[in-house]
């Protein structure tokens, strides 16, 4: 292995070009490698179930990492302690084990104030943040005054270090504000991986709060402070913070922190263009929503990355290491994505198309562990046996949507109480249909062999010494059989149900 390839193994490597100054005077170019290691980031908020919007960033998030041998991080952003909830917590964590994807390491935020406040009072003794005693401000939130927005309080920002170490001293509460500079001209810039070129006047950006009068962090410190802390290479999330990004790089740097790599996602919306809220628009904004539908994970996954990505080559159905290798930020679109539902239905028709494109495709070994919890869900418990069970989940699978479909529209096969729907029955009361399947029963239970070949050969032969066509038995056997009038081939059916049951259900038409 040469020495690029071992780094690639471990690092993110980007080759550039810069100009150098040559030998002479002359201008010479040289090729720079720059290393460092890709280390990506999730940071949900326990205040909520998991929205599929942060689900999807969860998901872009591990993809690129992934593909790049990089580190994927889950941060539990938690310093909300008047919003979070237990509940919350559980939901993002039974969401993101249902995807089945994992992460590497696992940090909280609640465990890392010290470090949040480390970083203001660094910040603040550089003069480079200020303390706000005014009390309109002690709690942090920064309002609109007159006609223009609040941008910083004169009297705070311009107060002498001695005064304001005095206040302070006498325990009058106080926000630290970043002091952001003002009247040079200097404008916050940097390159997202997707909207491109983006740049912002400082005299543009609010003193924002680092620390609130309780000493707790804002959102904008603790961030910035633990993604530093952690070494995070990119940040990837939502384009509802891509004007944040201002104020963080300010902070990076007044932190004397390496700055990351940004790239926004578009924003997830309904087909009316409303941005998806779980008030407006219910359950279709929650992952549990497809789990609980009896979505396959790995469907789900697929349907996610195509609002908002697409892999440039018109390919949909992908496995998980399609996805992994095809992964670019040069393949996220710009404009939202819509998530199609209606008012009475919250599954997206083509989410639901991708879950049974993977449910009929993939390994059967991997599809009956789901198969089978979603019989247990509801109340049935078919024959342990391994072997068998897969094969009937192979059988009966290709012309299922869900993993629910194998309760419902699959029941006759794991259990005795099922339906017979209305054409079910009318084809089971054509002509003597049931007097002929009682006597194939007969015949089955005393054949030697019971496989597809041995089933067909026996029905055949019955229905040419009855005179009567073979479509009777077959349509009569299904109905009688399953219930439907539906389903595998007829012959399969048969062999997925099992001599046994068969006999017994033929034998009391």
């Not at 980007?14 to 201008?27: E, M, S, Y």
């Not at 983006?198 to 924002?208: G, L, M, P, R, T």
């Not at 603790?222 to 963080?248: E, P, Y």
């Not at 997206?348 to 562990?369: F, G, I, V, Y």
């Amino acid at each position: 292995m040469s020495s690029l390839e071992a780094i690639k193994s471990y690092a993110f490597v980007v080759l550039t070009r810069r100009r150098n100054a040559g030998t002479g005077g002359r201008a010479g170019r040289a090729d720079i490698l720059v290393v460092y290691m890709l280390r990506v980031r999730f940071a949900p908020s326990p205040t909520g179930y998991l929205h599929i919007g942060s689900a999807r960033t969860f998901i872009f998030n591990w993809l690129f990492a992934r593909r790049h041998g990089g580190t994927m991080i889950l941060r539990i952003d938690d310093t909300d302690v008047d919003r979070n909830t237990q509940a919350s917590l559980d939901s993002i964590f039974d969401g993101l084990n249902w995807l089945g994807l994992g992460w590497d390491e696992l940090y909280r935020q609640s465990d890392r104030l010290a470090l949040h406040q480390d970083t203001a009072r660094a910040i603040l003794e550089k003069g480079l943040a200020y303390r706000d005693f005014t009390p309109a401000h002690a709690g942090g939130d920064d309002a609109s005054h007159g006609d223009g927005p609040w941008l910083f309080n004169p009297g705070m920002r311009e107060m002498t270090a001695e005064e304001s170490d005095r206040r302070a001293a006498a325990g009058e509460p106080f926000v630290v504000r970043f002091r952001v500079p003002r009247g040079t001209g200097r404008r916050v810039e940097f390159l997202d991986l997707v909207y491109g070129a983006q740049s912002k006047a400082c005299d543009d950006i609010e003193d924002f709060a680092l620390l609130r009068s309780n000493g707790m962090p804002t959102y904008h410190l603790a961030s910035c402070a633990d993604d530093a802390d952690l070494r995070i290479s990119h940040i990837v999330r939502g384009q509802d913070h891509l004007s944040n990004t201002f104020k963080h790089i300010l902070i990076f740097e007044a932190a004397g922190a390496a700055i990351p790599q940004f790239a926004h996602l578009p924003l997830l919306v309904a087909p009316d263009g409303a941005k998806l809220s779980k008030r407006k628009h219910g359950p279709v904004v929650s992952v549990t929503t497809y789990r609980d539908a009896g979505f396959v994970p790995h469907a789900y996954v697929n349907f996610l990355c195509l609002l908002g990505w697409s892999p440039k080559d018109n390919r949909e159905k992908m496995a998980r290491e399609e996805l992994t290798a095809a992964f670019a930020f040069e393949g996220v679109n710009r404009s939202n994505a819509v998530v199609n539902f209606k008012e009475e239905d919250p599954i997206d028709p083509k989410a639901l198309w991708l879950n049974s494109e993977h449910l009929r495709t993939m390994p059967a070994a991997e599809l009956a562990p789901m198969a089978r919890a979603a019989l247990a869900s509801a109340g049935i418990t078919p024959p342990y046996d391994e072997a068998w069970f897969a094969d009937a989940v192979d059988v009966i699978r290709s012309r299922f949507f869900t993993l629910r479909d194998f309760a419902t529209r699959g029941r006759a096969y794991f259990a005795e109480d099922y339906e017979m729907t209305p054409e079910a029955l009318e084809k089971l009361n054509q002509g003597n249909a049931r007097e002929l399947l009682r006597e194939l029963a007969a015949r089955l239970a005393a054949a030697a062999d019971f496989t597809e070949q041995s089933v067909e050969a026996e029905l055949r032969a019955l229905a040419v010494e009855r005179g009567v066509k073979a479509g009777l038995l077959i349509n009569g056997s299904r109905a009688a059989l399953t219930g439907q009038t539906v389903g595998p081939s007829a012959f399969a059916v048969f062999a997925a149900i099992g001599r046994e049951r068969v006999v017994a259900r033929l034998s009391q038409v």
